[in-house]
């Protein structure tokens, strides 16, 4: 026998070198699986962050471009305007304040060649009333030209002449779109940066929108050109409108890089709208304004679009991978790969265990047939011994279960109380002041509050602490348990009271109820369950009956089946009997009774057979 076990349990080499490479493989799929989650998990916080950046970005063009509409209205609203006027409604607007961004507004008035002198002397007396007699204006660049849009107020006010006059539609390409824009009713966004106010990484960008004469009808192009009167635009700093909007992404080492991708012209008048335009690198310096996008697999890099009235824009952010990555990231990976390989390691070597005491079982078997029949009486000398261990590992295990539960309600308990509060105290002071650490710690708390319940039913699993009050009240507290988790109607027939019980035996008689109210659940399909419980004399009657479809023929000898082996294990070993039977109409009874009272339990082993034992009736 020895030799058939060390044949079936012995490990060949083939054996090992597969557990290893199977343990090697699974161990580096949870590595790489474990890294690449992490890593899409950073990136997508990443992008995240990106888009509510960029959302800030478009809140503030919006601003910037109500200021402007709402500059257009007051123009259009009265039916002289002058410089005085102008001053006045700017300087209410508080733009070092409010709109931070914004260094210029100007007006610009259209001007048709006939009526050219004419405005020309009367903004000739503006501009000498605020700069003096020797103050001149004229148009720039000179020339005849059909029309005009000439800059005639400034805000803050010029400090010469020469700021004033300039026709904005003498250049072609700019002129070309403030006439479309005139017809079509709607904002102009500079596609170029302005080049007297830009320097390197230091654009600066023009918004204009058309003014029109109060009420008159603007529904067609021709009504629009008729009623047009001029423009008014801002010149405004990219890199003061997108000052602080880093800030709003708590990584650090973020890199933004602004683009404008629309059609327009170079400073020579070319087409350039092929090659995007770089309006602002967070990076760039006055000497190298635009450094090499940030690239690589050591790199995160979204791209995301903007519209700035009309024309598109896209803004690249980029980061290292490494900003996004905690210390823990860094060695969850490598513990996911070790704990991979060793728990393949222990599961193939469970499964060639199994595998090893199947063949063993198999041998032994066809080695022991002959002996069996010599070794009949040595078997029911073991199966009376079995009883004794089968008794005694139903105490230990109920111990242990009890022992488990008091250290479990002792210690874990107490250190899940002392963790909440701890938390609590954390998300009470952490109300307010930091939200994401806050709400972090409302979650953790949830998470503990979850914990706790686990952890209470875990212990009632174990052992319900309500048969410590006695059998009667554990009983009454299962079958409400049973009735609310299940839906079926339960009766509890107990006219005595508590009784006094030794442990051992009202555990017995508890688990024997759970084992029978679980069968119900998974076979009776009924609808009502009457349990009662007697005590008469000194023997104490547990029955449990339902209205189910009652026991089919063999079924309480079914293979694999434990539920009935195991009440009537339970009950002999406390010296008493056990019955199953069906009702001729439907429905199973399961009564056991035992002595618990007065005396000391009988020999639960005794010699023959056919005394205290199970029936099915």
């Not at 479809?549 to 056990?578: A, D, H, M, Q, W």
């Amino acid at each position: 026998m020895s030799t058939v076990l060390k044949d079936a349990f012995s490990v060949t080499r083939l054996s090992f070198w597969t557990g290893a490479l199977l343990s090697s493989l699974i161990g580096s799929a949870l590595y790489i699986f474990t890294q690449r989650s992490i890593e899409s998990d950073a990136q997508e916080r990443f992008v995240n962050h990106a888009r509510y950046a960029q959302s800030v970005i478009g809140v503030r063009i919006k601003s910037y471009t109500d200021l402007l509409r709402g500059a257009g209205s007051m123009i259009q609203s009265v039916d002289t305007f002058d410089h005085r006027q102008f001053h006045d409604y700017v300087r209410g607007l508080e733009l070092p304040r409010n709109f931070p961004a914004v260094d210029f507004m100007n007006y610009a008035v259209y001007v048709p060649e006939s009526g050219r002198e004419a405005f020309l002397a009367g903004l000739d007396r503006e501009i000498r009333t605020m700069l003096g007699p020797t103050a001149s204006v004229r148009i720039a660049p000179p020339g005849i030209r059909p029309a005009y849009l000439v800059v005639a107020h400034i805000e803050p006010d010029a400090p010469a002449d020469t700021f004033y006059g300039v026709d904005l539609m003498a250049n072609r390409y700019f002129g070309n779109q403030l006439l479309q824009a005139r017809d079509d009713g709607k904002l102009h966004a500079a596609g170029t940066p302005i080049p007297v106010l830009s320097r390197p990484n230091e654009c600066y960008l023009g918004l204009r929108m058309p003014t029109y004469r109060r009420g008159m009808p603007l529904d067609t192009v021709e009504r629009r050109r008729a009623a047009y009167t001029g423009s008014i635009g801002i010149a405004f700093s990219l890199p003061k409108l997108l000052h602080g909007v880093l800030d709003e992404i708590p990584i650090p080492g973020v890199r933004m890089t602004l683009y404008d991708t629309g059609p327009r012209m170079d400073v020579h008048g070319r087409d350039s709208s092929g090659r995007p335009l770089t309006l602002f690198d967070s990076r760039g310096t006055p000497a190298h304004p635009t450094p090499p996008l940030d690239t690589g697999r050591a790199m995160y890099v979204v791209t995301l679009s903007l519209d700035f009235n009309g024309r598109p824009w896209k803004t690249t952010y980029s980061v290292p991978k490494a900003a996004l990555y905690t210390e823990f990231d860094d060695y969850y990976p490598k513990l996911m790969m070790l704990f991979g390989f060793i728990g393949a390691i222990l599961l193939y070597a469970l499964l060639q265990m199994l595998t090893s005491s199947r063949r063993a079982a198999l041998e032994l078997a066809q080695e022991m047939t002959s002996e069996l029949r010599e070794s009949q009486s040595k078997l029911q000398l073991s199966h009376q011994k079995l009883r004794r261990l089968a008794d005694h590992a139903y105490q230990i295990k109920e111990l242990e279960r009890k022992r488990i539960a008091r250290e479990i309600h002792d210690d874990l308990g107490q250190n899940l109380l002392a963790l909440r509060i701890e938390t609590e105290l954390l998300a009470t002071r952490t109300r307010g002041s930091h939200n994401i650490l806050h709400r972090r710690a409302r979650a953790t708390l949830l998470q503990i509050d979850t914990t706790i319940k686990s952890v209470r039913q875990i212990i009632n699993d174990l052992r319900p602490t309500v048969l410590d009050l006695g059998l009667s009240a554990a009983v009454e507290w299962q079958v409400n348990q049973f009735q609310r988790r299940t839906g079926i109607r339960c009766r509890i027939e107990d006219d005595h009271g508590e009784i006094a019980l030794p442990d051992h035996c009202a555990t017995a008689f508890f688990r024997i109820l759970q084992e029978s109210l679980t069968n119900i659940v998974r076979h009776a399909h009924a609808s009502e369950v009457v349990v009662a419980l007697r005590l008469e004399g000194n023997w104490l009657s547990l029955s449990v009956r339902d209205n189910g479809c009652g026991l089919p023929p063999g079924g309480r000898n079914k293979y694999g089946s434990f539920g009935l082996v195991g009440i009537e294990e339970r009950i002999v070993i406390l010296g008493g009997t056990c019955a199953v039977f069906s009702e001729p109409d439907g429905g199973t009874t399961v009564m056991v009774s035992a002595p618990v009272i007065g005396t000391p339990p009988p020999n639960p082993y005794p010699e023959d057979e056919m005394q205290p034992g199970s029936a099915v009736i």
